[in-house]
């Protein structure tokens, strides 16, 4: 029977003033119970249009109905047949603009937790896996290289280790994962779920080499001349941008990358980390994108006293996922909207004998501002407020307004086109570049993107690589 409450079952999480000061998952998950009745909201409809809103067109009317029935292995396995990260997608896709946005439930109510009972199927077959190995596909006799270990590259490797070729994934940190290990918090996405996901393809077959920097440590064309007949790029988008301003060279000053990467791949927060971080009393995040708020958070749990995240517009255009800044507002992050950077100020430590000018951090000069008319991206463009400077006393700045791709790679490999933000060139359908045998996906491409439609890319791209293949 349906359920039709208008309400999702709400996810059980832990309080905030508790987990502002741990580093555990903010997220509990569903009981099997809650999965049930969660599943009977779902009308199953005809059309399924939920499943188009998702970009690797998981069948979501499918798995939801086995959840329905508590066949939860049967859940996992309809969900396996288009992800391979289904316990990732499950915590950290924007489902409320996927799939969820899509769902005929949402248009009088709140959607299906779609998302929730993903994350529920996966947590379960995690569980309950019995640790038989799945039989490795038979070879057929091909060898494709995919550089970048995050969720395009993952992606894009299991759906060919699927079809029997032979795989190899070069990473260039020491561990498997890209940005779901460096960029996202353990609080978010605990790092033993990526290792478990990392480990199914590896049952696959598919061979992973760690610290093989591609544009350094070989290049694309020396792939080639290994034996490998294509080549994947999901290499990401880990060059970070900063605002140009007065002050960014002061001590105290952070990329979100280089914050978020000394916490999450080093650990820095805990006791006796041999990764050195900054454990200030008041931080200003600057950004209102999901790596923002976990930048943010992640500062509160490093002991801050005072957050704040300064953006420059309101509320509305925050791009982060409404639950994140939810669950931030929780936790007593202090948003200042409609404010910006202009200076950031320090002094000089009269025991540094070094460059006078790269002191540390004393405070963030900001200024008032106010929407105007509607910029290229639709959204109203913010505009100075004369004379309303005011300062925001930090120890501590981090900024949070961007990646792009790293030039390494375009830079050692002739023939590949790039755009004037040096993303790869691609055909949309296919992933395909200006090089022969070379494909690319995720925010190489795209620039900084959600982890699904780097999966999305991943997957268009092995299809092509396996026709490409085939063909020749």
């Not at 795989?167 to 940190?173: H, K, W």
């Not at 006078?356 to 501002?369: D, E, S």
């Amino acid at each position: 029977m349906a359920n039709m409450s208008p309400k999702k079952n709400p996810m059980p999480s832990q309080e905030p003033a508790v987990r502002a000061r741990n580093f555990d998952e903010v997220t509990l998950g569903y009981t099997r119970e809650m999965a049930i009745d969660e599943a009977a909201r779902c009308l199953h409809c005809k059309n399924a249009p939920c499943v188009n809103g998702c970009p690797v067109n998981i069948h979501i009317p499918d798995f939801i109905e086995r959840v329905k029935e508590g066949d939860f292995e049967g859940a996992y396995g309809v969900i396996s047949l288009s992800s391979s990260l289904p316990a990732v997608c499950g915590r950290v896709c924007p489902q409320e603009t996927q799939c969820e946005s899509k769902c005929v439930r949402g248009i009088k109510a709140e959607p299906v937790g779609i998302g929730r009972l993903e994350r529920f199927v996966a947590d379960y077959h995690n569980e309950h896996a019995t640790g038989e190995v799945a039989a490795i596909p038979a070879s057929n006799g091909h060898r494709v290289a995919v550089v970048g270990s995050g969720p395009s590259g993952l992606t894009c490797a299991g759906d060919l280790a699927k079809l029997g070729y032979q795989v190899t994934v070069f990473e260039a940190l020491h561990l498997a994962g890209g940005v779901l290990v460096y960029g996202i918090p353990e609080f978010r996405l605990p790092k033993k779920i990526v290792a478990k996901e990392v480990e199914e393809l590896k049952r696959l077959g598919v061979k992973i080499e760690t610290d093989v920097v591609i544009g350094k440590t070989l290049t694309v064309d020396e792939l080639f001349g290994m034996g490998y007949e294509a080549v994947f790029i999901g290499s990401g988008a880990g060059l970070p941008r900063f605002m140009g301003i007065p002050g960014e060279s002061l001590k105290g000053v952070y990329s979100a990358n280089e914050f978020l990467t000394r916490n999450n791949l080093m650990k820095a927060y805990r006791d006796g980390s041999a990764t050195p971080i900054l454990h200030a009393k008041k931080v200003a995040v600057v950004g209102g994108g999901n790596v923002a708020m976990d930048a943010a958070r992640t500062a509160l749990r490093l002991g801050a006293e005072k957050v704040y995240i300064v953006y420059r517009r309101s509320l509305e255009e925050l791009p982060a996922r409404k639950e994140e800044v939810e669950h931030a507002m929780e936790e007593g992050i202090d948003f200042r909207l409609l404010q910006n950077p202009v200076e950031i100020l320090g002094y000089q430590n009269p025991d540094d004998k070094r460059d006078p000018k790269n002191g540390f951090v004393t405070g963030i000069k900001v200024i008032k501002m106010a929407l105007g008319e509607p910029d290229a991206s639709g959204r109203r463009r913010p505009v100075e407020v004369p004379g309303s400077e005011e300062v925001i006393d930090v120890d501590c700045v981090v900024i949070s307004i961007g990646t792009s791709p790293n030039p390494l790679i375009k830079n050692t490999t002739a023939g590949l086109e790039v755009n004037s933000h040096g993303g790869i060139i691609v055909e949309e359908a296919t992933g395909k570049t200006s090089k022969e045998g070379v494909y690319a996906g995720g925010d190489a491409v795209t620039g900084a993107a959600t982890v699904i439609l780097a999966m999305g890319a991943g997957k268009t791209a092995a299809k092509a690589i396996d026709e490409y293949l085939s063909n020749k």
